[in-house]
């Protein structure tokens, strides 16, 4: 299904259907392809939005969990977004984390899949490897409990931002940031519902660290799905879709 992609001012973000906003933010190397599934099923019953993070055109000072952040915040004011059910995998959970203990006012509900803000293992010491196809195909299919979802078109993706190197300096950068932007101590202040979904078989932030966001989200209720790795929305899109229309369903009901 093909969506219509929206440009305004400096923002990129494709907006479908009618309702209450679920805002979606993607990780380090996502994409809207990643929401795919999700947005099909839930732009039915609300407005569902998805920003495009400037991952590689923010200035290198502002290259950060924190300047992200603040692109969704100015991305937000723009449009007008209210009682937002926000929802960030990987990077983009971190992205959501850091806003919702900033800006609490206009949050709803907040859904992590895969989120890092506590721990995650990187791609490894040596990546990214330029040049290295068959290195990067690896390290893409180390993201899926099963290899076969990293499929060409996804690892050409990867494999291009790798062999730019001023992408690879950003993508440095806001993996840095990430691990030094360790949120443990904050958690207890978020107040809304949280809903986290977590892979059993996630290499990247194994299921120990969505047990811990379950212990340190005062509010929050913790799900696993078996077979599934770092992206469930991607890998296990109608497991993942019912958990989460369940949770949203009583989000709503509560208005």
């Known amino acids: 299904?093909?969506?219509?992609?929206?440009?305004?001012?400096?923002?990129?973000?494709?907006?479908?259907?009618?309702?209450?906003?679920?805002?979606?933010?993607?990780?380090?190397?996502?994409?809207?392809?990643?929401?795919?599934?999700?947005?099909?099923?839930?732009?039915?019953?609300?407005?569902?939005?998805?920003?495009?993070?400037?991952?590689?055109?923010l200035d290198i000072f502002h290259t950060s969990v924190g300047g992200l952040e603040k692109h969704v915040q100015k991305f937000i004011e723009l449009r007008g977004y209210q009682n937002i059910h926000l929802l960030g995998n990987s990077l983009g959970g971190h992205v959501a984390l850091v806003h919702v203990l900033k800006h609490p006012e206009n949050i709803k509900s907040l859904i992590l899949t895969g989120s890092s803000g506590l721990f995650e293992n990187g791609m490894g010491d040596s990546y990214p490897k330029r040049g290295d196809y068959?290195?990067?195909?690896?390290?893409?299919?180390?993201?899926?409990?099963?290899?076969?979802?990293?499929?060409?078109?996804?690892?050409?993706?990867?494999?291009?931002?790798?062999?730019?190197?001023?992408?690879?300096?950003?993508?440095i950068a806001l993996a840095k940031s990430a691990i030094r932007n360790n949120l443990g101590d904050e958690l207890n202040q978020i107040k809304q519902p949280t809903l986290l979904i977590w892979g059993n078989n996630d290499n990247v932030t194994p299921p120990f660290v969505g047990k811990e966001f379950h212990k340190l989200i005062p509010n929050s209720e913790l799900h696993f799905i078996d077979k599934c790795g770092h992206a469930p929305m991607m890998e296990v899109p109608t497991e993942f879709n019912e958990i989460l229309d369940a949770f949203l369903e009583k989000q709503v009901a509560n208005n």
């Open 134 to 171: 068959e290195y990067i195909r690896n390290k893409t299919a180390y993201t899926f409990y099963d290899p076969a979802m990293a499929t060409k078109e996804l690892v050409d993706e990867v494999f291009e931002i790798t062999n730019n190197r001023l992408k690879v300096i950003k993508i």
């Open 1 to 57: 299904m093909t969506y219509e992609i929206k440009e305004i001012d400096k923002f990129t973000f494709l907006e479908e259907g009618e309702g209450e906003t679920l805002l979606l933010l993607h990780g380090l190397f996502g994409a809207m392809s990643n929401f795919e599934h999700l947005v099909s099923h839930f732009s039915k019953k609300f407005k569902v939005v998805v920003p495009i993070l400037p991952l590689f055109d």
